[in-house]
């Protein structure tokens, strides 16, 4: 892992719950990163922002309005456009269909939405760690699943 802390990282996040959101850019603002976050609220908005501007990491919850992240991830890798943009699935879906799915998609992590917020600001920190922009990170199966509560 590569220190990125100089780094300014422009953060894309598709979350169509309010106060998930809030709480994740609470979190992002604790850390000690130059990061610009930006909203999505649904699968739709989500598409046409990264037609307009590609971000340098793109976190993902799955269960959105119109388009929700299965959709999302099938379009985004199948243009070979988005094909250096990290993809972390962001979920509080935990069956085993949703992980494979993703993880056959080429998504990087997929991580549990944490039950606390000291949790999230740890997932965060890890994540974050990666220098996303130098290297590809595609984790092997057992490596991809990123469980917060999990000590």
Not at 19 to 28: I, T, Y
Not at 96 to 123: C, G, M, Q, W
Request: hydrophobic share 40%; glycine share 2%.
């Amino acid at each position: 892992m590569n220190d990125v802390s100089d780094e300014v990282q422009n953060v894309l996040v598709a979350e169509d719950d309010d106060d998930d959101f809030e709480l994740f850019a609470n979190a992002v603002s604790d850390l000690s990163l130059k990061i610009i976050l930006e909203r999505a609220s649904n699968g739709d908005v989500l598409m046409k922002i990264l037609h307009e501007r590609i971000p340098d990491m793109l976190f993902l919850d799955i269960l959105m309005p119109c388009k929700d992240g299965r959709d999302c991830v099938f379009e985004i890798r199948s243009e070979r456009k988005f094909d250096g943009l990290p993809i972390i699935v962001f979920s509080s879906v935990r069956d085993a269909d949703s992980i494979e799915f993703f993880y056959r998609h080429s998504t990087n992590l997929y991580v549990f939405k944490p039950h606390s917020y000291s949790e999230l600001v740890k997932s965060l920190e890890k994540i974050f760690g990666v220098n996303w922009k130098e290297v590809r990170y595609y984790p092997k199966y057992s490596d991809y699943v990123l469980d917060p509560s999990l000590k």
